[in-house]
T-cell receptor
Framework: NAGVMQNPRHLVRRRGQEARLRCSPM?????VYWYRQLPEEGLKFMVY????????ESGMPKERFSAEFPKEGPSILRIQQVVRGDSAAYFC????????????FGPGTRLTVT | DAKTTQPNSMESNEEEPVHLPCNHS???????IHWYRQLPSQGPEYVIH???SNVNNRMASLAIAEDRKSSTLILHRATLRDAAVYYC????????????FGGGTRLMVKP
């Protein structure tokens, strides 16, 4: 059973470009979470999605950031017009149901904005 | 939001037990206590969770104080592969869906 997959593992973007981060949850998991980890800091919750629905986006910056989890395909975290402060590791986690206390994390995408 | 306090770092010798403390004096009655660890350049890994009673699994044990204001993660025999940052987390909601990671404890294991 493959774990949570994230791609790309490393992404370099120039200021003003768009970044698209993909996350494929574990097989059978319909709940996806995105977290961001700035250098030398802990992870910060961004958004929680179920298939085709955003359940909680209280941790998402109000502008430039969006997330989706379509019926088919991976979850996408999209950052428009990236700035240097967006440089971070972005982790995706999945769980099989709400109320499941164990989240399975992917290896992360390390975004560098130049 | 209930917060946790952990020492920044701890050292242990290989094959000895390790006790990682966590204080959560503002914990509410419905908050679960979760422990995750993060190895260098990897995503976090679930370790254990509990509510009131002590818990054991193949990775570790979780000892929860009677007043629930503190807990201790116990690694029974530390190995070099246990060197990681250990996070003690209280769930923001009852389902533990949104995890808030603090600074964690960096565990160093000496051979």
């Amino acid at each position: 059973n493959a774990g949570v997959m994230q791609n790309p593992r490393h992404l370099v973007r120039r200021r003003g470009q768009e970044a698209r981060l993909r996350c494929s949850p574990m097989k059978g998991h319909s709940h996806v979470y995105w977290y961001r980890q700035l250098p030398e800091e802990g992870l910060k919750f961004m958004v929680y999605l179920q298939k085709e629905n955003i359940i909680d986006e209280s941790g998402m910056p109000k502008e430039r950031f969006s997330a989706e989890f379509p019926k088919e395909g991976p979850s996408i975290l999209r950052i428009q017009q990236v700035v240097r402060g967006d440089s971070a590791a972005y982790f995706c986690a999945s769980s099989p149901r709400t109320g499941a206390y164990e989240q399975y994390f992917g290896p992360g995408t390390r975004l560098t904005v130049t | 939001d209930a917060k946790t306090t952990q020492p920044n770092s701890m050292e242990s010798n290989e094959e000895e037990p390790v006790h990682l403390p966590c204080n959560h004096s503002t914990i509410s009655g419905t908050d679960y206590i979760h422990w995750y660890r993060q190895l260098p350049s990897q995503g976090p890994e679930y370790v254990i969770h509990g509510l009131t009673s002590n818990v054991n699994n193949r990775m570790a044990s979780l000892a929860i104080a009677e007043d629930r204001k503190s807990s201790t993660l116990i690694l029974h025999r530390a190995t070099l592969r246990d060197a990681a940052v250990y996070y003690c987390i209280l769930s923001l909601d009852n389902a533990g869906n949104m995890l808030t990671f603090g600074g964690g404890t960096r565990l160093m294991v000496k051979p």
